[in-house]
Structures are given as structure tokens and as C-alpha cells.
């Protein structure tokens, strides 16, 4: 449509229909032919992008299924290797069973009598030659045995005064500077009190054993020495009785008793690597690593660990008296809460003293920043009134702590936090400054400092009221003199003293007062009137003006390393009783021995009595210990000669043998001895029975001997050739002979050996795609498009080490044909292989749980592969019935517009008529 041509309004009307019904028709046209109702953004923005996003998921877990499939695949090939590799152990089995089956080993007979000497070599006796005689068959059994070395009688561990321990337990002073004259501490809990005089090592000794002997619960039960080599400068106090515990000892009045030096820290305060001692301390992992690393760098760093699993604390203690406190570094110092100040305000009310107690002077009202209102008080008020008048504010309570001085009214009002509030102001209704004293000054009166002139006054009152209307009242007698004049109006306030002119009375609080005479002339007072009132005085509510004080608030403790140093002076060692010690062998079981001495005490005497009762109740700890252990069959003894033995009870081929911290000490280089058993009388009497039971009594599982129509026979149970050696009359001339091994089983040996080497090749065949689970790579399936979800297959042993599916990983080892010889043997190898078999099926049921997991999630992504693609298409598919029906429709709307346009022109061409 041109804009030159005119159209009538009919026609343009139909026109836009059919544009109208072109493009609709073009839409639907487009989505029969698509399938989709949204093919663009423009059709549906958000259908369109939701359905995107769900496609490209749905897309990525689509990925994920091939690495599941393959993943699947590599399991299946490591479980059809673990098949194989059981049915291969299994035929292994069965061969060493075969073999154990055989008893296909090979004789050869010959004629002896009694003089004849039979050698055994080769077979199961390999390169050891052995001698068969009747005249060696019998040999009398000898006892596995080990004595002390020492040519003296043992007494056990001694005591010296230069050793670290002795035969007794000690208590070791050290630090003797912290004793000195006059000091006092207990020893096994006898006071000991040292002289006015210098000490040193023999005093402090000498008023030790006094102190010892004088009691008779610790006389001759302790030697005192002093101490040599080591133990210089020391004293050592020793137990006589080797069992009885060490002194204890008590520093008291006057002496010094030193303290280690110790650190503490929390675990939480350590950021890095630490230095503890000067040893460098790995942090570990966990709490209780970083304390075993400490632990194990405890000794050369020269301390001690004690620890708080809870809560994490730590503390280094120096392993020397005195000794200062282990420096550790890498741990910031220890800086507790700073404690600030509260805020404080402190101001004194104008007081004074009434019948020894200080009272407030005026009424008032006190106004304190922060209070709820004013607080009113009262005249007359003491100290614990005012502090009652104060707190009664809520306010004030709350947040502060009110005192009040008694003697001064001073009050203080403290914050109960510190730094949480400022220090409030005060001020008082009758103001704040020094009062002015009020008074009057005596004029022109008689001279009241001599007694007659005050008694010439006899029946005159004098009162004195003050502002607030207290009264004070003296009367003047006949025998008045001029202090009890003082004396009366001094107090309440009031000072008063008697001039050469009269009376002067002042009041120091500033309140005005009012003086009345009556009975006598006011001139005599030096009075300007018999009724005088002051007016000089300024009375005030507080002193001075308050002073304030504002507070500071708290500061944080620093989380660090607490060191705490150590006090010179004398400390005591604890130090058992010394004890030999040493483990006993025999029988394939062992015992630990201890060994005490006979006697405690540096130089303590030992008799024959002392000596017998320790070798007693030695043997029998021995025996009880050895007994304990399940060592039934070796005993202790003391010899003749007092040597501490240890002795198998029966002659048997057995080793005795003793180790440990001691045992060189005690029983030198030949800790070791081994008993022969007793080869016993022979039973047989004609001479080949007796080559028959000597020999199979002696060499029995390695050959076997018989009887064979009076000659002997001997079968080789071996599978290696066995040379024997026959001299028939003992002269010398050896005939050789020689019994071939059992082929039978020798060749099996070499089977199972084939077999084996089969483990290792399935086991390296066994891999999909580059693959092995068998030879120990890792499989990793990822089960998710983040990535977050995933799976490890690994092959592990039952410990859950990582480790390859091989002969070695599996303990079967190779055969020679001489592990074939026996019996036993052979169940070893049986053994073995049951293990491995047993450990195949463990990781094939390990193998099949992840598989199981795999295909669970391999169903489970396409189900949700299915269930993302079916969202996606809800959102931009078309349902093509409707779509039909929209067409048809709209060819229906196209052709009745198509009609309707056609009626429309026809009225245009009316006009054309008119004009033709």
C-alpha cells in the first residue's frame, strides 16, 4: 500500500486480516515443522533459557555416563582377575596337597652289627654330617645354666656416695645454701634444728643423725652421708631397710626451699613450629601429637611435660631445682587482663561532731549527675544515714558503690565496672566551699582565765543555740572555774575559750548561732547584749567541690606463655631403691626380673643373718616372677659360694638366656647357655632294632629307619639325594652309598612354582582401557557435573593400605624342592595360601560393593538425564494436534478474509461502472 494509492476503509480492514492471519498461519506453519512452540528466545524468554540450562545439564551428566560406563568396565576386568588369580591359587592348593599325599621316598638296606659307624649328609641334613653309633647312643643330659660372673658372693645393687642410687631409697638435699643458722625442717618427721653458727655439709650432717638417733622410730633405720663425685655437696639420707620408702623431708621455719622454673602456655596460642629447651617441636596434627613431640624432645631439652587434654593447657617444668623455666619460643608472652579504674567521685559533707559521732550540719538537697532526682538531707544525719539517703536512688544503686566516712563524712561513689560510666558530678543545695567560721570576739569583759572572776558569776546561764535550733545550756556554780566554763560550751560544734576581756565562741561549720545570758550582767561576757545572735557565718553543704575521677576500662588478656621462675635453695631428690634388672628366656617365653640389694644405707653393716634372709626372699621373688611368665621349668639358687644362679630343672635342648639393662653387668658375655636333653639307654636287643630306634629316636621326620629281614633300612624323607656313609666293623673303611630324593614331590615343587609366576601375569592383564586395579592404580568415577561427587577404587589390603594384587603382595612365596621335605612344611605354604585366598575374596567383595555403587548411579543419572530432558521439553514443545487445528483455523479465517477483501474491491469497481 503505497501512499499514493487510496484505499477505502473496507478494503484496508480486510487487508490487515489476511497480514494477520498470513503471519499467524506462518507460526504455526513453523512449529509443525519444528515440533516446538518456543524456538527462540523471542518466543519465550523464560521457557526458553530454563529449558536450556535444563539441556545442558542433562547433556553434561549425559558425559558423566560414558566415564561411568567405562569405569564399570575396569571393575569388571579387576573382578575377572581376581577369578582367575582364585582358581590359579586354588590349583596351587591342590598341588601342594598332591604333595603331601606322595610319601613316594626311596630306601636302601645294608647289614651293621654293633661296632658299625653310620654317617648321615645330604637330604634334610643338608651340608651337617652325622654320626650314628650304638656306642654314642646313650649321653647324659646337661642343665641350661647362668651364674653371676663376679668371683664374690652377689649381693645385689650396693650403695656409695658418689652413685646415682643406692641398695636403699634416698632422700638427696641439694642446694645446701638455703640452710643456715637457726633453721628448721623435718627429716622422716624428726625436727631437725640447725645451730646459731655458720652450717655447712658436716653440721647440717651432724644435726641430721642427731636428730635421726634420738627418736626410736628412725634410729638405725637411716645413714647419713655426704655426698662425692656426682652427688657433691650434696647430703644423702638412705633407708637401711632396702624396701622401706625414702625419708620425707619438710623445709620449715628459716630455710629456703627451692622451686623449678616452669612455662605454661595453651595449645590455642601456638601458631607455627615452637622451640621448647632448644629442641624444635613440630605442631602436629592434633593436641596429642604436638604433647608426644614435646615428650619426645623432653629430655634433652632438660624438662618435663604435663598436659590438660580438656583444656589445652600446657605446662614445661625444669628437670633441676632451681633450674630456670624452659625457654620456648614461637609463643607470644602471656598478658593478662589489665584491670582499668572505675570512675570515682568523692566529696565531704560540712559535719560536725555531736557526742563523739560526726553529723551532717544543714539540711540540703544533693543534685549527682545520672541520679533519678535530687536527694534530700536531713540535719543530724550520720554517716550510715547519708549512705542509706544515697543509695536509696535507683540509679545510683545500680551503678555505683556508696561509702561514707564516719569520722569525716567523706563520701565515695564508686563505679561497680570498670570504664563503664564517667565520674558523675555533685553539687549541694547550700553550695560547695570552705565555711566561714561564725563567732563572737569577747570585748571589755572581766578577765574569765581567773577562777574567782568565772565563780563571782555563780547563777548565770549561758545558752547557746544554733540555726537549725540545737541547744547547748551551762550553768555557772559557786565553784566554776575557768576550764569547766571551756569545757561545758566546747562541742556540738562549738569551741569556746576564756580571754582577759571575756568569752570568745566560734563555730568552725559556718553555722550562725545565738548566745542568751540570763542571771548575770551580758557585759561581764564582754557581750554587746544579754541576747547576741551571729551573723558572720557562711554555712556550706560539702567542704570543697567534688572531685571526679573518670574511669578506664579493662584490657584483654593476651593468650601467650606464663613463665614462672624458680626460688634458690634446697630441694630433695626422691630416689628409689636400686634394683638390678634383667629379662629371662627360655621355652620361647620371657620374664622380667628384678633384683634388690641386701642391705640400704651408705657403709650400713651386713651379716651373715642379713645375707641369708635376702637370698631367701630373692629366690623366692625370682621363682614367682619366673612362674608368672608361664617359666616353670628353670628355677633360681644361690651357690656355695653365695652366686645368684638361674637353672633349667630338667637336662633338655633348650637355651637359657638373660638381656637387658643389667645383664652384662651381672652375668658377662655368657648370658647365653644351651642344655643337651639326655639320650636315654636303648630299648632293643638285637643290634639292627638297635640302629632302628637309635635312629629314629635322634633324626626322626629326616629319615626313617626299619628292619628289613635283618638289615636296616633307611628311607630318605626328603626330596634331595642322602649319602651315607657305612663303615661295617668301625675299622675305617667307609662303603658309600646313596638314597635318591622323592621326584615326585621335587617336581611338583617346580608346578606350583609355574603356578605362581601365572599370579603376576593375570594380575598385570588384568586392565581396561590403560587401567589396573590389580597393579594398584586408582580408579576415579565422578558421579556428578560440579564434580562434587565422586568415587576412588583402589586396591587395599585389610589394614586399608594401598597396594597392588600380586604373589609377593599376597605372601606366596617361590619353593625349592626342599621346602617339600616334610609334612609341615607343606601346611605352611597351605597356610599361606588360604590367607591370599582369603584376602582375594575380601577385595572382590570390595571390588563389588563399588561396582554396585556405580551402577547405582549410573541408573540414577539416567533417570535424571530422562527427567531433565522431559522438563526441558514440556517447556518448548508443541502439541501438534493443537497446532493442526490452530492452521485449520486459520486457512478458515484466511479464506473467509480472502472473501470479505473480494467484496470490498467489488464495491470499488461499482464506481469504475459509473464512470464506463
Do not use: C
Not at 339 to 355: I, K, M, Q, R, Y
Request: no cysteine; aromatic share 4%; charged share 15%.
Amino acid at each position: 500500500m503505497g501512499s499514493d494509492v487510496s484505499l477505502s476503509k473496507a478494503v484496508r480492514a480486510n487487508l490487515l486480516s489476511l497480514q494477520n492471519t498470513a503471519t499467524m498461519m506462518d507460526k504455526t506453519q513453523n512449529r509443525l515443522a519444528t515440533g516446538n512452540k518456543v524456538n527462540s528466545a523471542l518466543d519465550n524468554p523464560s521457557n526458553f533459557f530454563t529449558a536450556s540450562a535444563l539441556n545442558s545439564r542433562a547433556a553434561d551428566m549425559s558425559n558423566l555416563l560414558d566415564s561411568m560406563a567405562s569405569g564399570i568396565k575396569v571393575i569388571e576386568a579387576a573382578n575377572n582377575g581376581i577369578t582367575a588369580l582364585t582358581k590359579n591359587l586354588e590349583s596351587m592348593q591342590s598341588t601342594l596337597r598332591q604333595a603331601r599325599q606322595d610319601k613316594s621316598f626311596q630306601t636302601k638296606s645294608f647289614e651293621v652289627n654293633d661296632n658299625t659307624k653310620i654317617n648321615l649328609g645330604g637330604g634334610q641334613f643338608g651340608d651337617l654330617n652325622v654320626d650314628v653309633s650304638l656306642a654314642t647312643a646313650t649321653v647324659a643330659g646337661q642343665k641350661a645354666q647362668i651364674t653371676t660372673q663376679a668371683t664374690t658372693a652377689y649381693l645385689g645393687p650396693q650403695s656409695g656416695t658418689g652413685t646415682a642410687s643406692g641398695a636403699g631409697a634416698r632422700s638427696v638435699i641439694s642446694g645446701l645454701g638455703g640452710l643456715g643458722a637457726n633453721d628448721v625442717f623435718t627429716v622422716a618427721g624428726r625436727t631437725v634444728t640447725l645451730g646459731a653458727g655458720a652450717q655447712d655439709e658436716n653440721t647440717i650432717k651432724t644435726a641430721i643423725e642427731g636428730a635421726l638417733a634420738g627418736h626410736a622410730s628412725t634410729a638405725g633405720k637411716y645413714t647419713v652421708s655426704i655426698g662425692t663425685g656426682d652427688n657433691a655437696n650434696k647430703i644423702i639420707i638412705e633407708t637401711v631397710d632396702a624396701s622401706a620408702p625414702a625419708a620425707a623431708i619438710t623445709f620449715g621455719a628459716g630455710s629456703t626451699a627451692a622451686t623449678k622454673g616452669s612455662t605454661t602456655f595453651n595449645f590455642s596460642a601456638i601458631t607455627s613450629s615452637i622451640t621448647a629447651g632448644g629442641q624444635a617441636i613440630p605442631t602436629g596434627a592434633t593436641f596429642e601429637d604436638f604433647v608426644a613431640n614435646l615428650e619426645a624432645g623432653a629430655e634433652d631439652g632438660a624438662y618435663t611435660v604435663t598436659s590438660d587434654a580438656t583444656t589445652k593447657q600446657i605446662t614445661l617444668t625444669s628437670t633441676q631445682w632451681g633450674g630456670a623455666a624452659p625457654t620456648v619460643t614461637g609463643v607470644p608472652n602471656a598478658a593478662g587482663v589489665v584491670t582499668g579504674s572505675a570512675a570515682e567521685t568523692t566529696f565531704t559533707l560540712t559535719s560536725f561532731n555531736d557526742a563523739g559521732t560526726q553529723k551532717l550540719t544543714s539540711d540540703q538537697d544533693l543534685t549527682i549527675a545520672g541520679a533519678t532526682g535530687t536527694i534530700s538531707l536531713t540535719s543530724g544525719m550520720t554517716a550510715a544515714q547519708i549512705k542509706t539517703a544515697i543509695e536509696a536512688d535507683d540509679n545510683i544503686d545500680d551503678n555505683f558503690t556508696v561509702a561514707v566516712d564516719a569520722t569525716t563524712l567523706e563520701v565515695t561513689l564508686t563505679e561497680k565496672t570498670n570504664g563503664g560510666l564517667a565520674a558523675p558530678t555533685v553539687t549541694s543545695s547550700l553550695g560547695a566551699f570552705a565555711a566561714t567560721p561564725a563567732g563572737v570576739t569577747a570585748a571589755g569583759g572581766d578577765d574569765l582565765t581567773v577562777d574567782a572572776n568565772v565563780a563571782a558569776l555563780a547563777g548565770t546561764d549561758i545558752e547557746l543555740i544554733d540555726s537549725e535550733g540545737n541547744t547547748e545550756t551551762y550553768s555557772i556554780v559557786g565553784g566554776s572555774t575557768t576550764a569547766a566554763l571551756e569545757a561545758a560550751l566546747t562541742g556540738s560544734g562549738y569551741t569556746a575559750t576564756a580571754t582577759a576581756n571575756g568569752l570568745n565562741i566560734t563555730r568552725a561549720d559556718g553555722r550562725n548561732f545565738t548566745i542568751n545570758i540570763t542571771g548575770g550582767p551580758s557585759n561581764s561576757f564582754g557581750l554587746p547584749s544579754s541576747s547576741y545572735t551571729t551573723t558572720n557565718g557562711v554555712e556550706a553543704g560539702l567542704t570543697a567541690a567534688a572531685t571526679t575521677v573518670n574511669g578506664v576500662a579493662d584490657t584483654a588478656a593476651v593468650d601467650g606463655q606464663t613463665i614462672t621462675n624458680p626460688v634458690a635453695g634446697a630441694s630433695v631428690e626422691t630416689i628409689a631403691a636400686e634394683e638390678a634388672t634383667f629379662t629371662v628366656s627360655y621355652g620361647g617365653k620371657t620374664a622380667e626380673i628384678s633384683i634388690g640389694g641386701v642391705k640400704g644405707g651408705v657403709g650400713s653393716a651386713v651379716n651373715a643373718l642379713d645375707i641369708k634372709n635376702w637370698q631367701d626372699a630373692t629366690v623366692a621373688a625370682v621363682n614367682s616372677d619366673l612362674e608368672a611368665a608361664g617359666i616353670t621349668d628353670v628355677e633360681a639358687k644361690f651357690d656355695a659360694d653365695g652366686k645368684f644362679q638361674l637353672i633349667a630343672k630338667t637336662a633338655e635342648a633348650k637355651t637359657l638366656a638373660v638381656s637387658g639393662a643389667d645383664a652384662v653387668e651381672l652375668f658377662g658375655t655368657n648370658g647365653v647357655n644351651t642344655g643337651v636333653a639326655e639320650k636315654s639307654q636303648l630299648n632293643a636287643t638285637k643290634t639292627v632294632d638297635k640302629f632302628v630306634e637309635l635312629i629314629n629316636r635322634d633324626f626322626g621326620g629326616k629319615v626313617r629307619a626299619s628292619n628289613d629281614n635283618g638289615k636296616l633300612r633307611i628311607e630318605n624323607l626328603s626330596t634331595q639325594e642322602l649319602n651315607i656313609g657305612v663303615d661295617k666293623n668301625g675299622n675305617g673303611a667307609v662303603d658309600p652309598l646313596s638314597i635318591e630324593g622323592n621326584s615326585v614331590r621335587a617336581n611338583l615343587s617346580k608346578q606350583f612354582n609355574e603356578l605362581r609366576d601365572q599370579l603376576d601375569k593375570l594380575s598385570d592383564d588384568s586392565s581396561f582401557n590403560g587401567i589396573n586395579l590389580l597393579r594398584g592404580d586408582k580408579l576415579k568415577i565422578t558421579f556428578n557435573e560440579s564434580g562434587t561427587s565422586s568415587i576412588d577404587i583402589q586396591a587395599k589390603d585389610k589394614n586399608g593400605n594401598i597396594r597392588g594384587i600380586n604373589a609377593s603382595n599376597l605372601g606366596v612365596d617361590s619353593l625349592i624342592a626342599e621346602d617339600l621335605d616334610t609334612d609341615d612344611k607343606i601346611d605352611a605354604f597351605l597356610s599361606k595360601l588360604s590367607s591370599a585366598l582369603t584376602e582375594l575374596r575380601s577385595q572382590a567383595s570390595a571390588f563389588g560393593s563399588n561396582l554396585s555403587s556405580v551402577e547405582n548411579r549410573q541408573s540414577f543419572t539416567k533417570n535424571m538425564i530422562n527427567t531433565l530432558e522431559t522438563g526441558a521439553a514440556n517447556l518448548t514443545l508443541a502439541d501438534t494436534n493443537e497446532e493442526a487445528a490452530n492452521l485449520l483455523a486459520l486457512q478458515t479465517r484466511q479464506q473467509l478474509s480472502s472473501s470479505a477483501l473480494s467484496m470490498a474491491s467489488q464495491q470499488d469497481q461499482a464506481v469504475l461502472q459509473l464512470l464506463r
